[in-house]
């Protein structure tokens, strides 16, 4: 099982860190133009589901990469709100 866990620590890390440059690029540019608004939040939706579904399952992995990405989507959703 350990070994199951790990390639969801692997998986979970690298798309979730796959947010962070555009988060970053977002910050300092300003520039939300190219990006949907609706795209933002069913993604923030889903992630949001799969945290609550992470947690009743208690699979840490899914919990940890989901909890993150959900403050990264956040992040840029209050970004997209404030520079439109």
Same mark, same amino acid.
């Given at each position: 099982m350990l070994e199951i866990? %790990? #390639?969801?620590f692997i998986a979970g890390f *690298? !798309? !979730? %860190?796959s947010y962070v440059p555009e988060v970053i690029r977002v910050a300092r540019t300003k520039d939300t133009q190219? #990006? /949907?608004l609706t795209w933002l939040i069913a993604l923030l939706v889903g992630v949001v589901l799969w945290l609550l579904y992470g947690v009743y399952i208690? /699979?840490?992995?899914v919990v940890i990469a989901n909890a993150i990405t959900a403050l990264l989507v956040s !992040?840029? *959703?209050a970004l997209k709100l404030k520079y439109t």
């Amino acid at each position: 099982m350990l070994e199951i866990e %790990a #390639i969801g620590f692997i998986a979970g890390f *690298l !798309t !979730t %860190a796959s947010y962070v440059p555009e988060v970053i690029r977002v910050a300092r540019t300003k520039d939300t133009q190219g #990006i /949907s608004l609706t795209w933002l939040i069913a993604l923030l939706v889903g992630v949001v589901l799969w945290l609550l579904y992470g947690v009743y399952i208690g /699979s840490y992995p899914v919990v940890i990469a989901n909890a993150i990405t959900a403050l990264l989507v956040s !992040t840029m *959703l209050a970004l997209k709100l404030k520079y439109t």
